[in-house]
């Protein structure tokens, strides 16, 4: 491998960029900037909001009136839509490429700004026609098609919201969703391709539903063409109702308030019930705007693609809502990334021009694994920025990204983020000088420390907790139905700090270098799970007791799932058992849940108010001291 890390950009292991990428960024100056932010956050984030339409406009930036509730742009009217579509057509971008996808067995589909309007009119009114009226929440379970985005847009352009549940989940997962958000209306599709073989969601549908109440109707969009059973009167296929003329007709784009429900994303957090994280329209918008055009420095020549999926908040800010209110073209891929081999990813974006990639280290790592060659025989030199998201990378992956996918020449922006935070917080611009490993600087308007237990500062190269010091726009309003949840779990810890639940170390440069989760959320490939959900999946299973569950490190993974299990009386452990048991795992909850290794014991330890010591399990599972036992029951 060429060693760019040699080159005069590098000192030390600090990558500075060259002086072209500093000539065309957006931003030139970031210590000026970022003063000036934090200094007077809510001048800053008017003038970005100025950049959007707004059929009324905000009395107040910021109302900090009822801490933690915090509003933005309150009393204003608009609809992101409306800002990612409706105000392009008005312009050159009418026929811009906003979409161009790649289904996993080479199909390609194309979708200027015109085209993606008429596609989620459409979508729109087949909500309309089936009742979906602003206010309520339709459970989106889709793959990576097109369809997925239509129908995300048709939601929130008539002022519904979405919920879109990630299509790797399984049963388990999916009712819970649909049924916390009470939703009446499933869009899914009759399937997926992954690695060649479909992934059969209208099936996990039909046992979602079994085990729920509130759905009336299900659209379904064609993808593979394979036979699915259809319930008469409630499942409907997307493109039988599409035939009728009125779908076609046009749709206004509703005009709704600045903090009225945009989506809920459920994500997983220390107890057993995922939370149903609540944005709203205008400040998230304004939020992922900004933060994709300076962070991935967005231009209209671009060809950007985000390589998450839109189930996840990555694909919510940053495949869908932030690229189309940039008036971006993004580019999307169906399927697995070394299918049908591993230079899948690296022929796309040489077939495609892709300008700036944003995908995960567990991603990275995976195909690090298949060696250079798969790479190099492509035409990379189109990249010009890279990205990373969802756990630390490694500086073994980031210089493998770094030099053979970047050849060298392309900054790479870790940004750190969460669910909750909607878009960017921690992050790099294109002028930051980098350390591999580190997420660099907070963003613009955002105030962040790393404090002890007590909410202390500590001392520059002490590991202490990550906490965020003023609210942004894209914050989390609340936990849906459960705003005593979203007080004590993020609020409550420190004095007016948002609690991110995440260890970290800032360096004598101000660096910030996340370490990991401090709670039982576990991250595999990126994917974020709950212990506790795990272990509830385990034990529904009639053979379990009891469940421990804990994430140890893998290679490619990140972490894997590693469970411990006490079996009811009279049944033996055995390797048929442990197979059974992952593949329950699997079906309830979903294969990324799945454990990697299951152990049978006879005894969990506990503290002596029952709670289980999974830190204990953890300690010994790498053979690491055992810390602090006065607790343990005898
Ligand atoms: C982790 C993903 C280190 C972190 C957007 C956080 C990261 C959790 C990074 C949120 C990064 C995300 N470096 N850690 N660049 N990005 N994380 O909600 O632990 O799926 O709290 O959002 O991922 O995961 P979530």
């Known amino acids: 491998m060429e060693d760019n890390l040699m080159n005069n950009n590098f000192e030390g292991e600090v990558y500075h960029p060259a002086q072209a990428i500093i000539d065309e960024a957006h931003i030139k100056d970031y210590e000026y900037l970022y003063k000036m932010s934090i200094d007077n956050p809510e001048k800053f984030w008017s003038e970005r909001a100025e950049e959007f339409y707004w059929s009324k406009k905000w009395d107040k930036v910021l ?69 979906v009226q602003k206010g309520d929440i339709v459970t989106i379970y889709m793959p990576r098609i097109p369809e997925l985005i239509f129908a995300m847009l048709a939601c929130a352009k008539i002022g519904a919201a979405h919920s879109v549940v990630y299509g790797g989940f399984s049963v388990d997962a999916l009712a819970g969703r649909i049924e916390d958000a009470e939703s009446k209306v499933l869009i899914t599709a009759d399937g997926g391709w992954l690695r ?10 039909d046992e979602a539903i079994a085990r729920q109440g509130t759905i009336e109707h299900v659209v379904v969009v064609k993808r593979t063409g ?19 003329p009125v779908m076609n007709q046009n749709c206004e784009t509703e005009m709704v308030d600045s903090e009225d429900m945009l989506f809920i994303l459920y994500t997983s957090g220390t107890t057993g019930k995922p939370k149903g994280i609540v944005h709203t329209h205008g400040g998230y918008m304004v939020y992922t705007a900004t933060t994709l055009k300076y962070v991935f420095d967005l231009k209209d020549e671009d060809r950007y ?37 591993p230079n899948r990813w ?50 073994e992956a980031w ?16 940004t750190w983020w969460q669910t909750e935070t909607g878009g960017f917080m921690i992050t790099p611009i294109p002028i930051t000088p980098l350390k591999p490993g580190s997420a660099t600087k907070p963003f613009f308007g955002i105030d962040v420390d790393v404090v002890d237990n007590d909410g202390k500062p500590v001392p520059a190269g002490e590991e202490g907790n990550l906490v965020i010091k003023k609210p942004w726009p894209a914050m989390l309003r609340t936990i849906y139905k459960d705003p005593e949840r979203y007080v004590s779990q993020y609020w409550s810890t420190f004095k007016n700090m948002y609690q991110a639940g995440d260890s970290a170390r800032k360096d004598k440069d101000g660096y910030i270098w996340v370490i990991g989760r401090l709670d039982d959320v576990i991250k595999v490939s990126g994917y974020r799970l709950g212990t506790a959900e795990i272990e509830s999946a385990l034990v529904s299973h009639n053979a379990v007791a009891e469940a421990a569950v804990i994430g140890l490190p893998h290679e490619v993974r990140g972490n894997t799932i590693h469970a411990y299990v006490l079996l009811r009386a009279g049944i033996d452990g055995n390797d048929a058992l442990a197979e059974d048991l992952k593949k329950h795992v699997g079906h309830e909850i979903g294969p990324i849940a799945k454990p990697e290794k299951i152990t049978f014991v006879d005894v969990l330890p506990k503290t002596r108010s029952g709670k289980i010591m999974r830190r204990l399990l ?14 343990l029951e005898e």
């Open 618 to 631: 953890k300690a010994r599972a790498l053979g690491l001291p055992e810390g602090d036992k006065s607790t």
């Open 305 to 341: 693609w985000c390589a998450a999926d839109p189930g996840w908040i990555t694909g919510h800010s940053y495949i869908v809502y932030g690229p189309l209110l940039n008036g971006a073209t993004s580019f999307m891929y169906e399927g697995a990334p070394n299918f049908p081999y």
């Open 196 to 205: 060649g073989s479909i992934v059969p969601l209208k099936g996990i549908v």
């Open 63 to 131: 109302d900090d009136s009822n801490p933690p509730f915090y509003q933005w742009f309150t009393n204003a009217k608009t609809n992101i839509v409306y800002n990612c579509i409706d105000r392009h057509l008005k312009t050159w971008r009418r026929n811009k490429l906003a979409l161009i996808w790649e289904g996993e067995g080479g199909d390609v589909k194309t979708y200027s700004y015109f085209s993606l309007n008429r596609e989620v009119i459409k979508f729109a009114n087949v909500l309309k026609s089936m009742g």
């Open 399 to 414: 210089k493998w990204y770094f030099n053979v996918i970047g050849r060298g020449k392309c900054p790479i922006m870790d």
């Open 346 to 395: 690296w022929k796309m974006i040489e077939k495609y021009g892709i300008s700036i990639l944003y995908t995960a280290p567990t991603a990275i790592r995976g195909l690090m694994r298949f060696g250079n060659a798969w790479a190099n025989r492509h035409d990379l030199s189109s990249l010009r920025l890279l990205g990373s998201v969802g756990e630390p990378i490694n500086p």
């Open 226 to 244: 394979q036979e699915v059973h259809m319930a008469p009167g409630r499942d409907y296929y997307y493109h039988d109702l599409c035939e009728l």
